[in-house]
DNA sequence: AGGCTAACCTGGCAGC
DNA sequence: TGCTGCCAGGTTAGCC
């Protein structure tokens, strides 16, 4: 579910509810969401490998990850997959359970305001939670080979990533390993707001072509993230609220509806193995 | 190199 | 009502 905005839109909520304040404790209910630094899902954890006495120095996102940081270099990085989610509320308040919530932080409050619950909650576990022991283990076994940020891309930058590759476009956009952030969603609305079609072969974009991609890129992402991203279903932001993007899809599970720009039918189609959606006179 | 498939999981929905 | 099959925001492994 979550992609780039869908996750920056959580991060920024978090920032406001916990940066700087003081991790309680930490419940685990299920064991195998959580990787110890040693990448490993199974064994002992200590509260203090997830943060339990730490303040939480920075809470981050690279690409769709989440991170965590602790005051003692350590942190999390929280991945969300197709259907997680972070949940986060007053600790006070009761309320039911929710069903496939796998690890729970009390955050300490104090004398002006509540201690607060932060949960990962992810019904598929796709997701899962990561730990790492600094940032160089961060930066080296957790977040590796990670491109660029999509926000930040620009039409040279893209064009370098994009190494002369013969694969679709949208599978290079697709693929982390070029430009970290961006999925099926934005991949649809990114190519359908430059015109250009999902099934061209990277290397056949001219240098104006991947200007007014990696332009559709930022532009796309930024009003995603504002709009709190795009809730299909699953993707909540911590105060239970829903993204409202979905309402400014062009591209996006509209097949069969009439395109925005010249009114014929949308089209869909399979790109690397994805569900693929686009209009066959706008995109060429 | 890269395309394709299956696998990892649960749940919602359409169709019968 | 209840069953079956298909689909879903992601990622990885294995096979050609």
């Known amino acids: ?20 304040r003081t991790v309680e404790r930490v419940r685990v209910h299920r064991r195998d969401v959580v990787r110890d630094p ?12 997830l943060g339990v006495d730490r303040v939480i120095r920075s809470i981050d996102r690279r690409g769709k990850q ?6 003692d270099d350590r942190g999390l990085v929280i ?8 949940e986060s509320g007053d600790a006070k308040r009761r309320r039911s359970v929710p069903l496939h919530r796998h690890v729970a932080w009390t955050i300490a409050g104090g004398s002006d305001r509540p201690a607060i619950r932060m949960e ?3 019904p598929r576990r796709f997701g899962g939670v990561h730990l790492f022991e600094g940032s160089e283990d961060r930066d080296q076994r957790v977040l590796r080979n990670l491109g660029p940020e999509a926000t930040l891309i620009d039409g040279k930058a893209l064009g370098e990533r994009l190494k002369g590759s013969r694969r679709a476009i949208k599978a290079v956009l697709l693929d982390q390993q070029v430009l970290a952030g961006i999925g099926n969603i934005y991949a649809d609305e990114s ?3 430059s015109g250009i ?3 061209r072969p990277a290397v056949d974009l001219s240098a104006l072509e991947l200007e007014r991609l990696a332009r559709s890129i930022r532009t796309t992402l930024g009003l995603a993230i504002d709009a709190g991203g795009t809730t299909l279903r699953d993707h909540r932001l911590p105060d239970g609220s829903a993204g409202t993007f979905g309402s400014g899809h062009l591209a996006y599970g509209r097949s069969g509806q009439p395109c925005t720009r010249c009114q014929r039918p949308m089209t869909a189609c399979v790109v690397a193995g994805r569900s693929t959606t686009w209009c066959e006179s706008c995109q060429a």
Not at 38 to 49: F, K, P, T, V
Request: hydrophobic letters at 45%; zero cysteines; glycine letters at 10%.
């Open 1 to 20: 579910m979550p992609e780039l905005p869908e996750v920056e839109a959580v991060r920024r909520q978090l920032v406001a509810l916990i940066l700087d």
């Open 38 to 49: 040693r990448g490993r899902r199974q064994g002992r954890l200590a509260g203090e490998q």
């Open 197 to 199: 079609r999902p099934d």
């Open 120 to 122: 990962f909650i992810d």
């Open 66 to 71: 989440l991170i965590i940081e602790f005051d």
């Open 79 to 86: 991945r969300l997959g197709m259907s997680g989610r972070i």
């Open 191 to 193: 190519l359908f707001r």
